[in-house]
């Protein structure tokens, strides 16, 4: 038997490595390649699997795994920030979508009990595919990112509260278990467990067994937690993966929950692959083929209906059809956890072995749809935008009033600055400090409302609608900064700001370096790459600890920099006619300098320094007690506290900074 049992697990990694490196090429999720890799080894497929029970004990124990890392994932004050969003948004959805798929199920003559239970198995998302491709893309610090993500968060705590009522829902098709009273007995009793375990009993065990620094003591430690509670529940006759899931919970109130977790990581994975191939071999492939059609128009129903109370959930938020749009479909495929519940729906009665068998085929459908459907759904979105819709429907059902927000603003020659995360919240700190008007466009509505009290000029609103932008007075514009992580929202925005206002001058950021040339030819001014800027910053952090020379650390800076991004502009703009003048002088920088006390330059008039003949640089403005004056004449005398604005090459303004900051450096001359 075992020697049995090994070469069943050696025909599912071989098979599960071939299925697996197709479909990483083909895009598809892992999980529709391990279903698929047991439908084919399965005895529905090619039959190459003998001990079917082993395998499906080792999926048992992913099952375990799975949940007990939800559980110590599971952090209450990241829950705590986006609160609104978990709550409201995933309450919304689970609930409209459960009692939607319910009525569905009842109209189609099933019990009561079997519809409502068909409800929680379409409720729920795939979390473990959804974050993947929403991190392959970037999208996770987006509005509909973050949206996505609390709706999921949502979705994995209320499997715990589905599982407990399960049985209560065989209670209703005649197959009763323990009554309502025992159960919530027994789940206030878990409470008291997992509040004395968590405050008290497993941090000062788990102080102890950190104290000896041993790695296998730790880890032995951590999995005998685990099974050690998911045994205890199930000994009271509730689930083994309840049971992991309050074990993790456990864990993750103390300080060593992320130490576990990278522990137990692995092994999850690996059991885990169990439990989808041990699904797959529950398909019937025959089943499948014999009634094709059936199976996909099922599949478009589901996706439709999760998609539009999706949506719905989102609207309820209050933000714009876009982010509404984009939330929608990224949540309309059937979820890992619905296999899990699945299982709990044959052990009680609730599911008949054909409903078993559509459910299966129609959850790998929607999933294996889900990459290709959030691929299209930026372009989705912006195709309806497009349609003639209310303006209420595309800039969000906010629910509250906004004070002012509906006359255009007066502003001129001002800032706006898109997005109120950590970047617009640096840079409008920057635009007060130095007295620079500023407007700023937002989709959270709950940040809106709160900044609106802190007297901010904050509007909320999708700035990649034209009269957003016009609202914020796009037009009378000096520059706007967009601080959103939304790569096609930035493009869009940029795109439509071009359109509205040419002398614009537009500043963004961008994650990767590939996305710089599409920013450029669409109308950005400036793209800083983080990937480029954060290795410039760690590099001159080394210089620093070399005790490199301030200057030179500048100098150097400036021309990384000015090479950096001219080879970048080169490689975006290859294909162009260049007819941007910035492009062609981009060699060529404008930076300002304050004259501090006692440095080289203070009462020296500019023919004494020949800033332009000994070190190339044209002094082309200053500005002293608030007055401003353009090209100023040779005979001006600096005095500490002037604003000059230069003219030169990176390089050479990097060399000149001295002259402003220290008297010993300009001595020389």
Not at 56 to 70: H, R, S, W
Not at 656 to 661: A, D, G, H, N, Q
């Amino acid at each position: 038997m075992e020697t049995s049992m090994l070469n069943d697990i050696i025909v599912i990694f071989g098979l599960a490595i071939a299925i697996l490196f197709i479909s990483h090429r083909l895009r598809v999720p892992s999980i529709v390649g391990l279903l698929l890799t047991g439908m084919l080894a399965g005895p529905y497929g090619l039959a190459l699997i003998s001990g079917v029970t082993e395998i499906e004990v080792l999926a048992e124990i992913g099952i375990v795994l799975l949940l007990f890392t939800i559980g110590m994932e599971l952090s209450l004050k990241d829950m705590w920030q986006i609160k609104k969003a978990v709550l409201l948004g995933g309450s919304t959805q689970v609930l409209v979508t459960l009692m939607a798929a319910a009525l569905l199920a009842t109209y189609f003559g099933l019990k009561p009990g079997e519809s409502i239970f068909i409800g929680f198995l379409i409720a729920l998302s795939s979390t473990a595919i959804v974050l993947k491709l929403l991190q392959e893309r970037a999208d996770m610090d987006s509005p509909h990112g973050r949206t996505t993500l609390a709706i999921l968060i949502f979705q994995d705590v209320i499997i715990v509260p589905m599982m407990l009522i399960t049985p209560l829902l065989a209670g209703a098709t005649g197959n009763v278990g323990k009554s309502p009273l025992v159960l919530f007995a027994m789940a206030f009793a878990l409470l008291v467990v997992v509040i004395v375990g968590a405050k008290w009993i497993v941090p000062k065990l788990l102080y102890q067994i950190v104290r000896t620094r041993n790695s296998e003591l730790f880890l032995l430690s951590i999995i005998f937690i685990c099974f050690s509670v998911a045994l205890f529940t199930y000994s009271i006759g509730l689930s083994l993966a309840l049971g992991a899931f309050l074990a993790g919970l456990i864990i993750s109130e103390s300080e060593y929950g992320h130490h576990a977790i990278g522990n137990i990581l692995p092994f999850r994975d690996v059991f885990m692959s169990f439990f989808f191939v041990s699904i797959g071999m529950l398909l019937d492939i025959n089943f499948l083929l014999q009634q094709p059609g059936l199976i996909v128009l099922i599949a478009l129903g589901v996706i439709s209906l999760k998609a539009i109370i999706a949506g719905f959930a989102t609207a309820v938020l209050g933000y714009p059809l876009r982010t509404t749009i984009l939330v929608s479909l990224a949540l309309v495929q059937v979820g890992e956890f619905s296999f899990i519940l699945s299982k709990f729906g044959i052990e009680y009665g609730l599911l008949t072995w054909n409903t078993y068998q559509i459910f299966l085929a129609v959850s790998v459908v929607t999933m294996a749809a889900t990459p290709f459907i959030i691929s299209a759904s930026p372009r989705i979105a912006d195709s309806v935008m497009r349609l003639p819709l209310p303006k209420k429907i595309k800039n969000g059902l906010y629910p509250v009033k906004m004070n002012g927000q509906t006359k255009k603003i007066k502003l001129k020659d001002h800032l706006v600055i898109i997005g109120f995360g950590i970047n617009g919240r640096n840079v409008a700190r920057a635009a007060r400090v130095a007295g620079i008007p500023y407007a700023i466009i937002e989709m959270n509505p709950d940040t809106v409302v709160s900044e609106r009290s802190n007297n901010e000029l904050i509007y909320y609103g999708d700035a990649t609608q034209e009269a957003v932008l016009k609202h914020v007075n796009i037009n009378d514009a000096r520059v706007m900064v967009l601080g959103i992580s939304d790569p096609v929202a930035n493009r869009r925005i940029i795109s439509t700001a071009r359109r509205l206002s040419p002398k614009l001058h537009i500043i963004t950021r961008t994650r990767y370096l590939q996305e710089m040339g599409p920013l450029y030819e669409l109308g950005a001014d400036e793209v800083v790459p983080q990937e480029f800027e954060t290795s410039v910053e760690i590099f001159i952090r080394v210089l620093k600890k070399y005790l490199i020379p301030k200057d030179i650390i500048e100098t150097f800076m400036a021309e990384v920099r000015a090479d950096g991004y001219e080879m970048f502009r080169n490689l975006s703009r290859e294909s162009s006619d260049f007819c941007d003048l910035k492009l062609n002088l981009s060699d060529l920088d404008v930076s300002t300098i304050r004259v501090e006390k006692g440095s080289y330059v203070s009462g020296k008039t500019l023919a004494q320094i020949e800033l332009r003949k000994k070190h190339g640089v044209t002094l082309i403005a200053s500005c002293r007690g608030g007055e401003t004056s353009s090209n100023p004449d040779a005979s001006i005398r600096l005095c500490p506290g002037d604003v000059l604005v230069l003219l030169g090459t990176p390089e050479k303004i990097a060399g000149v900074m001295r002259l402003f900051v220290t008297a010993e450096v300009g001595d020389e001359d």
